[in-house]
């Protein structure tokens, strides 16, 4: 069998294409979770970013309305949940638990008059210099501009962390709320801002999977992806570079998985279908284990309300 | 002017009054989001929430509807009071309906009294499997409950599919995705005739009166309202935190094992490829609608069972998607969150006079 070398190449950038949506979410929940928000409503608000963006695509029939729409839905999402958890102070588990059902009811309800409509063709960029250089061409051109942006994402995320004032205050206020607060910093403010940011990337995490993965609307099409993009944040231990990594394993999973049974592995499928699942509690077993490492790296406020007393 | 107090302490009264206020503001934001649609919203809200249960049929469904509902709130109850996040009670759910069924296929052409305990009790045993894994991982290995238990929902509802498409699947069957009928003695008899309730409901009500008593007057229970509170007192006070983990799962596990067993000997009598529409998620927001109180939870089961028989209600006559459901139970649980804040803080209305 000879294996052309631009088809690895191939396989390779589907890998990384199917990452991205993972990559988006998680770098968005991780902002999220490094201020002390644990925001369990990533699948919900996803599948909301999903039907926003392929309905406004379908009405407007701008890609870029649809694109921004996707990410505005996510972030008015996910303004529920800021409400509830800051202002009204409620548990942050249950409270993502019911941006989900939420979330899926009502995509699932504006979605029912575009259930077969086909998708449009999102432009790529570079396509041109996808023959020329044999194996890095396809991998590295002829994607979209949603996909250049995820792979940078983890990049800018940790330099914005690390680097700049804005990421400082981000990470004191998750690690110590009460002496951010007496720095003067407001805690309210920055959880809603890191909530409602994590609400942007998860629409466009969603937008990207109904108008660019696979460009038309299905229900429940994230499939669980953003309950993985959940456990890549844990798996990451709240740095940015390693869910690049997570992202890359779990993407290999779905892609693999499509490979296998394209040339007739006998496995059920369904026990394809289920191995980015069980991976993913494997994964989350290896890296929970030392619990003295898990500790270190969380945001030491993560999940806890905050309540200023005046 | 308004102006708002923190209380001294959390209202009692307030406790068990927010549900209620959670479910009038779920139906007024209901009926305006039936108004956005174009719907008529007092019309709309008659077809989800009164019409399906006008007849003895619909009180029938209804109440079936509440049995795996009620039991597996209850079941979570017991993990939510200790401040353990089983979320995948949808899983053992399925996995108890795999094991029962199974057993129950053993017997396929046989009768006989034996049966159906056996059936019952593969059932709670499977659902204590499956919510171990959570359980023991959680554990030994430090690992978030939340998620593993909610990955285990998918691979549960492959396993299944794996099993009633392939191995298990009924022979004479013309392929469909389903196995052979269960023989009569492993079904849970019929309560009425013409009428879907079955004998499961049964197992909801034992499940209340137990989880009442051992919540109230056991020193388990009161251990594990501890543990909910603090674990840091429950471990100075000398409790087993590892062992308490382990037991809430096994109950949680179990309850959510028996209503699947409800499920797939109950009317339908045989495992296919979809017994539980989402039972297991929506047990979520009828275990905090109830408070985490057995009393509070019967009720809670049947409001919420309604949202299931008012989706499809309204999909018939007024062609209103049946999601509609799935957002009002997101709605109920967002409102009564919402409405919490009054447990802990006062609103006074002051006069314009300083």
New interface residues.
Partial sequence: MIIDINFIGLIIASIMASAVPLILASCGELITERSGVLNLGVEGMMIIGAISGFALMTVTGSLIIAIFGAMLAGVLISTIFAFLTQTLITNHVATGLALTIFGIGISAMIGKNFVGIPGKEFPVLFEGLKDIIPLLGPILFGHSIVFYFAFALPFITSYFLKKTKIGLIVRAVGDSPESASNQGINVRLVRYACILYGGAMSGLAGAYLSMIYTPQWIENMTGGRGWIALALVVFSTWNPIKILIGAMIFGGLTIIQFHMQAIGVRIPVQFLTALPYVVTIIVLVVISRDSRKIRLSTPSSLGKSFHKDN | MIKIV?RDQPSRAIFFFTPVLAIFLTLVAGGLIFFILGFKPFEALKFFFIVPIADKYGFSELLLKATPLCLIAIGLSFCFKSNN?N?GAEGQLTFGAIVSGGVALLFYEQEGFYILPIVILAGAIGGMMYASIPAI?KTY????E???S???V??SK??L??LV??PWSNPEGFNFPETRQFSDSAKLPLLFEGLRIHAGIFLALAAVVISWFVFYKTYLGFQMKVSGFSLKTAKYAGYKGKKMIILVFLISGACAGLAGVGEITGPIGQLHREISPDYG??A??VA?LGRLHPVGIIFASLVVAITYLGAETAQIFMQI?K?????????I??FL??S??LL?FKIKFIGSKK
């Fill in positions: 923190k996040w979320i991982l290995f430090n690992t978030n939340i998620l593993v909610l990955m285990l998918y691979v492959l396993i599919d794996y498409v392939g998620f929506t979520i927001i905090f998607p999601y509609t459901g799935q957002v009002f139970q997101g709605m649980l967002f969150l919402a919490d804040y802990f």
